[in-house]
């Protein structure tokens, strides 16, 4: 039968690298890039509608571009909620990453910052009558 008799053979999963692997069934999160060095991966959630867990926002994976490893990142300070089809950005000037809106509570409106040298989270002041359309 030219080789059929073996047919579950392939199902087998080989680790080609070592250590911590990837984040699996990660979905709605942000990968944030620094310095051109690591990646960041914050937010995101697993499941289904009906059966979603979301990610916790004290320990974020992170990969390292350099030589192709994954670490987590333990963060500390006012730590948001958890949240998932949000917003990233990376400040090289101030090393932070500032993270907006998302879900799974829309009233979410605070703008957090993570300085990417300490990993701590900062509460950004939110500024009042800000609408630029108005005159």
């Known amino acids: 039968m030219g080789g059929s008799e073996n047919l579950f053979s ?36 697993h499941g289904s509608i009906t059966t979603i867990s979301y990610l916790l926002l004290d320990k974020l994976p992170m990969y390292n571009i350099d030589d ?16 998932y089809d949000h ?20 009233s979410i409106t605070s703008i957090m910052a993570l300085d990417a040298l300490k990993f701590v989270w900062l509460s950004i002041p939110t500024i009042s009558n800000t609408d630029l359309f108005s005159k």
């Open 10 to 45: 392939m199902t087998k999963l080989y680790v080609l690298f070592p250590g911590l692997m990837a984040p699996i069934g990660l979905m709605a999160y942000t990968a944030t890039l620094l310095n051109n060095t690591r990646i960041l991966y914050i937010g995101g959630r």
């Open 68 to 83: 192709n490893t994954w670490s987590i990142v333990s963060t500390s300070g006012n730590i948001p909620f958890p949240r």
């Open 87 to 106: 917003g990233t950005v990376f400040i090289p000037q101030y090393n932070q990453i500032l993270i907006i809106y998302g879900y799974p509570d829309i």
